[in-house]
């Protein structure tokens, strides 16, 4: 039989900074409790309590008693020498994961002294066995770094804030040094011995984990005889997690998943072995594979301002409201046929008020749901998009067609494109923004930074679907437009649609796909959602209450 979780394995009275604690230690929790009896207790200050779940703490280190008081760099040691004097014994420092504000996290640590040595090494090693049966956590992890992502912070943030955590919870790393655009995604392809890691962590904004995306999917494909020209084909998840260590312009795949875009915060989801599976979409034009997308398949504006943006990447991350107030001034719209199959039976919509969050219920339910509906299909030996006759049609004008796997919450936008997406429950939502004023298209955007609901206006309408095709009206074939993009040396091709644009003389007819923050090659496209195809190290954003119960001394 199992024992009870709250079982201690260990009790005993230690001393932090001069007073004594009764500290125990049970499979989850390590606590400390000021004693009453301690001389620095004060009958009117309620007693101090500590609680830290064991999967949260980082390591543990026995403190060496005649190399501290050589050597006074340990901040830890000094406190004890300076505020115990004579009265020290042995020591051990616990390093544990202190939650601060807005979902960040930070390192902290606490010295306990014991009477004797082999109580201290009793402590030591029973605190190292339990975190040793947290068969979550890496070992050993590839590390890639972009050292031009960002602000060209990659290295130092990697050096300075990182490398140090993960040698203190005993990770072993190897780490590249990208020396070009699409370093990292090739070494995964086609060198990297994915055998002997435990997960890939890439040091950079979203482009960068995009390259470990493509990498990686790519691998397993190929290793499991998939052909990634076929959009039917049923994807292998990826075995490997993945970690972002933000250092980017956007960071919104790590703003969404963990809360926040903090170095250390991720680091340390890294090294308590979080699991955050995530939906992917995989882009094909023509039964060809073009690319994958976790965030924001983007068509009108959020691709006309990446293109615009690509050309000023000297500007850094101000490059991005720069091209957004030109394209919004610009304000061209795109004809086209959007055509999508809803997602049938799926728990959520996306206007709902509830958010993903840790542990989401809608995320495990549909994952489930989709994944016996799958087995089904491959008995019956049709595809979904064969099957369901369900798919509808929009034709029209529009400034923009978004497709938000997940909220696409950011820092510029904290609610995101589509605040109610899931990370995890096999869905996009598609946000077909039709042709407007400006003055209401601003209202529009706008609203992604305030409380008021972004879908509520005429012009806009969001569907949660599995699968989506786009054909721009004009629709040339490959050749013509092989032959316009030599011509032009450009994307943009000019067309005689300038009746309804008055102002400018001429409008492009095509825009161009903002895919994760990478233009695509084709405008006609054929997008399916593959569910939880990766897993990320982090949990979802945790709602405050969730720690704030931990801590809580009521509920020890
Ligand atoms: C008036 C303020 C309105 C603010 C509206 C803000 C909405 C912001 C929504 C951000 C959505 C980000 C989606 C993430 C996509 C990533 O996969 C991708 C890769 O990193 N990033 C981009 O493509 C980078 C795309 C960055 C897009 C930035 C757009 C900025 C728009 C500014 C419009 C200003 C109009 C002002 C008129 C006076
Ligand atoms: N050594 C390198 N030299 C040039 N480009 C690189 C190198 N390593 C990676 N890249 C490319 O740089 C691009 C941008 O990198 P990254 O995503 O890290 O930063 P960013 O664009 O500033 O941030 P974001 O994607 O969040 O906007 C990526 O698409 C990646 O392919
Ligand atoms: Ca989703």
Redesign the pocket.
């Known amino acids: 039989m199992e024992r009870p979780a709250r079982l201690l394995l260990l009790l005993s009275e230690l001393r932090v900074r001069n007073a004594a604690y009764d500290v125990s230690l049970s499979r989850c929790l390590l606590t400390w409790k000021r004693r009453v009896s301690s001389p620095m207790y004060h009958p009117f200050r309620p007693s101090v309590s500590h609680v830290v779940s064991v999967s949260e703490i980082i390591a543990v280190r026995e403190e060496d008693e005649e190399e501290s008081s050589r050597t006074t760099n340990s901040g830890s040691w000094k406190k004890i020498q300076e505020g115990e004097g004579k009265d020290c014994g042995q020591a051990f420092t616990v390093f544990y994961v202190e939650r601060c504000r807005q979902h960040r996290w930070r390192n902290s640590e606490v010295t306990f002294t014991c009477p004797d040595v082999a109580l201290c090494q009793h402590w030591v090693s029973s605190i190292r066995e339990l975190l040793a049966t947290i068969a979550s956590r890496p070992k050993r992890l590839l590390v890639y770094i972009?050292?031009?992502?960002?602000k060209r912070q990659?290295k130092r943030i990697y050096d300075q804030k990182v490398a140090p955590l993960f040698a203190r919870a005993g990770i072993s790393t190897d780490v590249i040094?990208?020396?070009?655009?699409?370093?990292?995604?090739d070494h995964l392809r086609t060198e990297a011995e994915l055998k002997k890691f435990d997960g890939v962590v890439c040091v950079?904004?979203?482009?960068?984990?995009?390259?470990i995306v493509h990498g990686l999917i790519w691998r397993t494909q190929i290793d499991g005889g998939v052909d990634l020209n076929c959009p039917d084909e049923t994807l292998l998840p990826c075995a490997l997690r993945i970690g972002i260590i933000p250092?980017?312009?956007?960071?919104?795949i790590c703003f969404a998943t963990v809360g926040a875009n903090d170095p250390v915060t991720s680091a340390l989801h890294i090294i308590v072995g979080d699991s955050q599976p995530m939906d992917v979409c995989s882009v094909h034009h023509n039964n060809t594979f073009l690319r994958y997308s976790v965030s924001l398949l983007g068509y009108g504006f959020y691709g006309d301002v990446l293109t615009d943006s690509e050309r000023k990447r000297w500007m850094?991350?101000a490059r991005y409201d720069f091209s957004g107030v030109k394209m919004f001034l610009n304000h061209h719209y795109y004809e086209g046929i959007v055509s999508y199959l809803p997602a049938r039976g799926t728990l959520g919509t996306p206007r709902d008020t509830a958010r993903c969050l840790s542990g989401c219920l809608v995320c495990q339910h549909n994952g489930q749901l989709l994944s016996e509906r799958a087995e089904k299909y491959e008995m019956d030996e049709v595809s979904e998009s064969e099957s369901d006759s369900e798919w509808r049609t929009i034709r029209g004008k529009f400034l923009a067609i978004n497709a938000a796997s997940m909220s696409c919450a950011c820092p510029r936008s904290p609610k995101g494109l589509s605040p109610a997406a899931h990370l995890a429950d096999g869905t996009t939502d598609l946000i077909l923004v039709r042709k407007c004023s400006r003055f209401n298209f601003l209202r529009h955007l706008l609203r992604h930074t305030s409380k008021d609901d972004q879908f509520d206006m005429t012009f806009v309408e969001v569907h949660r679907v599995r699968r989506f095709r786009f054909t721009p009206r004009y629709c040339q074939s490959d050749s013509d437009l092989e032959l316009d993009l030599q011509e032009n040396g450009k994307r943009q091709i000019f067309s005689q649609i300038c009746r309804d644009h008055p102002a400018c003389g001429c409008a492009p007819a095509y825009s161009s796909w903002n895919c994760d923050?990478?233009i695509l090659t084709h405008t006609a496209i054929d997008v399916r959602v593959h569910c939880q195809l990766i897993k990320l190290f982090a949990r979802g954003i945790e709602e405050p209450a969730v720690f704030e119960d931990l801590t809580n001394p009521c509920a020890i």
Do not use: I, K, L, Q
């Open positions: 972009n050292p031009y992502g960002g990659g040094v990208t020396e070009y655009a699409n370093h990292a995604r950079g904004g979203d482009g960068m984990f995009s390259e250092a980017g312009s956007t960071d919104c850094g991350p923050g990478e």
